[in-house]
């Protein structure tokens, strides 16, 4: 039985495949997404205070709320307006960071660590779940990323552009998956 675990387990390293993923990886960049939505689709959901969020979000203490993120987790400029800062510890040493605004309709994900999220966040934008959630709007892959922009199904208004390295086991010392989601009053 030992014997077959270790081959599985190496097997997993050697391949990184999102049959592979790490469960808690998945689930967290899972639950980024799923507050992402909450955030700018749920106000109510924050308006009086964080617990109703955070029991829409799922994830109960692995998430967060923090006073600041380091710069690299910060949005582009213009969406550094009235920030709210959450921290989602996955493992030990690899999770997300998300940030929304009270003024803005925008968030913002980020996740690194050291760990390779790429077979994570494969998994999780292959799942029958996401694609309920998300259609595939256009994908380009440049210098080792895969950047793929989705349309919210449910409400169409409601983009979000996910950035990630395009295969496993690329560089664990650097942003591993940027996605940024807006979405566009008026019209």
């Known amino acids: 039985m030992m014997r077959k675990l270790i081959i599985a387990v190496l097997a997993c390293?050697?391949?990184?495949?999102?049959?592979?993923?790490?469960?808690?990886l998945e689930k967290g960049f899972d639950g980024a997404l799923r507050g992402?939505?909450?955030?700018?689709?749920?106000?109510?959901?924050?308006?009086?205070?964080?617990?109703q969020f955070i029991d829409a979000v799922g994830l109960g203490e692995q998430m967060g709320l923090v006073d600041r993120v380091e710069e690299v987790n910060?949005?582009?400029?213009?969406l550094r307006?009235?920030?709210?800062?959450?921290?989602?510890?996955?493992?030990?040493?690899?999770?997300?960071?998300?940030?929304?605004?009270?003024?803005l309709p925008m968030c913002h994900i980020t996740g690194g660590g050291g760990a390779d999220l790429q077979p994570s966040i494969q998994s999780v934008l292959a799942s029958d779940e996401f694609n309920r959630r998300w259609q595939s709007?256009?994908?380009?892959?440049?210098?080792?990323?895969?950047?793929?922009?989705?349309?919210?199904?449910?409400?169409?208004?409601?983009?979000?552009?996910?950035s990630r390295a395009?295969?496993?086991?690329?560089?664990?010392?650097?942003?591993?998956?940027?996605?940024?989601?807006?979405?566009?009053?008026g019209g």
């Not at 990184?16 to 808690?24: K, Q, R, T, Y």
């Not at 992402?36 to 617990?51: D, M, Q, V, Y």
């Not at 910060?74 to 213009?78: D, F, G, I, K």
């Not at 395009?166 to 009053?185: C, F, I, N, P, S």
């Open 13 to 24: 390293s050697a391949f990184a495949s999102p049959a592979c993923a790490e469960p808690n």
């Open 166 to 185: 395009d295969k496993a086991g690329q560089r664990l010392d650097r942003v591993q998956v940027l996605a940024t989601a807006v979405y566009e009053m």
């Open 36 to 51: 992402c939505e909450e955030w700018l689709l749920n106000p109510a959901s924050w308006a009086e205070g964080a617990r």
């Open 81 to 103: 307006r009235a920030n709210h800062y959450w921290r989602i510890n996955s493992t030990t040493n690899a999770g997300y960071v998300l940030v929304v605004s009270d003024q």
């Open 137 to 162: 709007d256009r994908s380009t892959v440049k210098n080792g990323m895969a950047t793929t922009v989705f349309r919210n199904r449910e409400e169409p208004a409601l983009s979000i552009t996910i």
């Open 74 to 78: 910060l949005p582009p400029l213009e």
